[in-house]
């Protein structure tokens, strides 16, 4: 079971940060992904994050790198979504998904979204 939470409304340049609790990795079950969906606009992927390795490899779509990052709390069976610098084109309701592969290929599962707006 995938719980993401966490949206709301900040200002531009501003911060918030995402979560998506999940049940912990399993035999079919490596990698969380997070995607994005504004109105009127296709689904993106945003990126995503291997939560059985040890070193939680990580990849971003580039509209997003260098200002999200994508962090883990292994004890607590949760993946986060950083987003910094955050603008307008950012405002989407904001999803994660279970992968079963941990380059997020194969998706099994969704969570329910969270709406993110930017706006001064």
């Known amino acids: 079971q995938l719980q993401a939470s966490g949206g709301g409304l900040v200002q531009p340049g501003g911060s918030l940060r995402l979560s998506c609790v999940h049940s912990?990795?399993?035999?079919?079950?490596?990698?969380i992904a997070w995607f994005r969906q504004a109105p009127g606009k296709e689904r993106e992927r945003v990126g995503c994050?291997?939560?059985?390795?040890?070193?939680?490899?990580?990849s971003y779509a580039d509209s997003v790198k260098g200002r999200f990052t994508i962090p883990r709390d292994n004890a607590k069976n949760t993946v986060y979504l950083q987003m910094n610098s955050l603008k307008p084109d950012d405002i989407a309701v904001y999803y994660c998904?279970?992968?079963?592969?941990?380059?997020?290929?194969?998706?099994?599962?969704w969570g329910q979204g969270t709406q993110v707006t930017v706006s001064s």
């Open positions: 998904a279970a992968a079963i592969d941990s380059q997020c290929r194969v998706l099994k599962r």
């Open positions: 912990g990795p399993t035999l079919d079950f490596n990698g």
């Open positions: 994050i291997a939560i059985s390795s040890s070193d939680g490899r990580t």
